[in-house]
């Protein structure tokens, strides 16, 4: 790894273990590009969509923020922080690697650092890194911590956008016709399926890490010789296995799951005080509900790694839910929903800087680390074939 010379197990031809390295720098150079192509298409639709809508309009809205609201955005959002590294801290103690809160903080601060500035999502690796070199945390279990926080992640905003959609299909006063308009409709189709997915792949979980048969060895036996169901069953198993540690301990799953709506409520609130800076001119309800919905659909979007930190994908589906459920025009809805993400950004990268300097670690660095084994946390279900 340092560039010495490594000595060869026998039968492991040397040009073999170098073609496995370049296929896997291949994917990796092709995952970044991806990334990085995709941020430049985005970033040109956003300049189309700001000429169509006049760029000086929507810097005019931007400019007439109301600044002690914009103030409580940030507030709130920092806030979420200590709250995300107390949250992480309850995940790996599941695990039985427990850390203080501080340090777990910043360990995401500098992964979040990481998404934001190195493109192919590089804050995973980041995050494992400091997890094991500043606190002896294997590689696996760290990478599996980050899948349990991101499950719990979706399952608050489906949550969230399940409630908000609901109030709003329920009748909200002048929402009633708004809620009869195709994006409407959209936006509660997609809430109510992510809803139900996260839902019924939660019970499956629980139920399966409370399960005294083997479900991972009667589920490979029904797929065996079928290549293409073998692989994606066996990435459900991991995922499933790492998901058991938490579902297995009560206490853990609702202090997990109570912190992370706390979290998403945080980051919601911050997006409706902005709407709010920004005069919206929408009533208390349907603004809280409006900005959820928004706040939620804009996160889904960024799931998809086709812009740097989900720059453009956020505020293309921000915008577009705004501006289908209310009567806000769409040059304030674009920007809010950029003023949103730019708060948000930079206070990861405040917090970012300030977590890099204090640990002492390289985000580039961090990030390009070699993991150094793959095994899993374990299973219910059972191990993986091998």
Same mark, same amino acid.
């Given at each position: 790894?340092?560039?010495?010379?490594?000595?060869?197990?026998?039968?492991?031809?040397?040009?073999?273990?170098?073609?496995?390295d370049?296929?896997?720098?291949?994917?990796?150079?092709?995952?970044?590009?991806?990334?990085?192509?995709?941020?430049?298409?985005?970033?040109?639709?956003?300049?189309?969509?700001?000429?169509?809508?006049?760029?000086?309009?929507?810097?005019?809205?931007?400019?007439?923020?109301?600044?002690?609201?914009?103030?409580?955005?940030?507030?709130? %959002?920092?806030?979420?922080?200590?709250?995300?590294?107390?949250? %992480?801290?309850?995940?790996?103690?599941?695990?039985?690697?427990?850390?203080?809160?501080t340090?777990?903080?910043?360990?995401?601060?500098?992964?979040?650092?990481?998404?934001?500035?190195?493109?192919?999502?590089?804050?995973?690796?980041?995050?494992? %890194?400091?997890?094991?070199?500043?606190?002896?945390?294997? %590689?696996?279990?760290?990478?599996?911590?980050?899948? $349990?926080?991101?499950?719990?992640?979706?399952a608050?905003?489906?949550?969230?956008?399940?409630?908000?959609?609901?109030?709003?299909?329920?009748?909200?006063?002048?929402?009633?016709?708004?809620?009869? &308009?195709?994006?409407?409709?959209? &936006?509660?189709?997609? &809430?109510a399926?992510?809803?139900?997915?996260?839902?019924?792949?939660?019970?499956?979980?629980?139920?399966?890490?409370?399960?005294?048969?083997?479900?991972?060895?009667?589920?490979?036996?029904?797929?065996?010789?079928?290549?293409?169901?073998?692989?994606?069953?066996?990435?459900?198993?991991?995922?499933?296995?790492?998901?058991?540690?938490?579902?297995?301990?009560?206490?853990?799953?609702?202090?997990?799951?109570?912190?992370?709506?706390? $979290?998403?409520?945080?980051?919601?609130?911050?997006?409706?005080?902005?709407?709010?800076?920004?005069?919206?001119?929408?009533?208390?309800?349907?603004?809280?509900?409006?900005?959820?919905l928004?706040?939620?659909?804009?996160?889904?979007?960024?799931?998809?790694?086709?812009?740097?930190?989900?720059?453009?994908?956020?505020?293309?589906?921000?915008?577009a839910?705004?501006?289908g !459920?209310?009567?806000?025009g769409?040059?304030?809805?674009?920007?809010?929903?950029?003023?949103?993400?730019?708060?948000?950004?930079?206070?990861?990268?405040?917090?970012g800087?300030?977590?890099?300097?204090?640990?002492?670690?390289?985000?580039?660095?961090?990030?390009?680390?070699?993991?150094?084994?793959?095994?899993?946390?374990?299973?219910? !279900?059972?191990?993986?074939?091998?």
């Open positions: 790894m340092n560039g010495g010379e490594r000595s060869h197990p026998a039968g492991v031809d040397e040009s073999g273990e170098a073609g496995a370049s296929d896997g720098l291949a994917a990796g150079l092709t995952r970044r590009r991806l990334t990085i192509g995709g941020t430049v298409v985005v970033a040109l639709g956003l300049l189309v969509v700001a000429r169509e809508l006049d760029a000086r309009t929507v810097a005019a809205e931007m400019a007439g923020a109301d600044p002690g609201l914009l103030a409580i955005a940030v507030a709130a %959002y920092a806030v979420s922080w200590p709250l995300r590294g107390r949250r %992480y801290g309850d995940v790996l103690g599941a695990m039985g690697h427990r850390h203080g809160t340090f777990l903080t910043m360990a995401v601060f500098v992964s979040q650092t990481a998404n934001l500035a190195i493109p192919a999502r590089a804050g995973d690796a980041a995050r494992a %890194y400091v997890l094991a070199t500043r606190r002896g945390v294997p %590689y696996p279990a760290g990478f599996a911590s980050l899948v $349990v926080e991101r499950a719990f992640d979706l608050a905003i489906a949550v969230l956008a399940a409630l908000a959609a609901a109030w709003l299909a329920l009748g909200a006063g002048p929402f009633e016709l708004a809620a009869a &308009a195709g994006g409407a409709r959209t &936006a509660f189709l997609a &809430a399926a992510v809803s139900v997915a996260t839902a019924g792949g939660g019970l499956a979980v629980v139920a399966s890490a409370r399960a005294d048969r083997d479900l991972g060895a009667e589920l490979r036996a029904r797929v065996e010789g079928r290549p293409r169901l073998e692989g994606l069953l066996e990435a459900a198993l991991r995922f499933a296995a790492d998901l058991q540690v938490v579902a297995e301990r009560p206490r853990a799953l609702a202090t997990v799951g109570a912190t992370s709506l706390l $979290v998403w409520l945080l980051d919601v609130l911050t997006a409706v005080a902005v709407l709010a800076a920004l005069g919206s001119g929408l009533a208390v309800g349907p603004l809280l509900a409006v900005g959820t928004a706040v939620s659909v804009g996160n889904l979007a960024k799931v998809l790694p086709l812009s740097q930190g989900g720059v453009g994908l956020y505020e293309a589906a921000f915008t839910l705004v501006v !459920l209310t009567p806000v769409a040059s304030a809805a674009l920007a809010a929903a950029i003023v949103d993400h730019a708060l948000k950004n930079a206070v990861t990268l405040v917090g800087a300030g977590s890099v300097a204090a640990l002492g670690v390289s985000v580039s660095e961090a990030a390009d680390a070699e993991p150094d084994g793959t095994s899993g946390t374990g299973s219910f !279900l059972g191990s993986p074939k091998k």
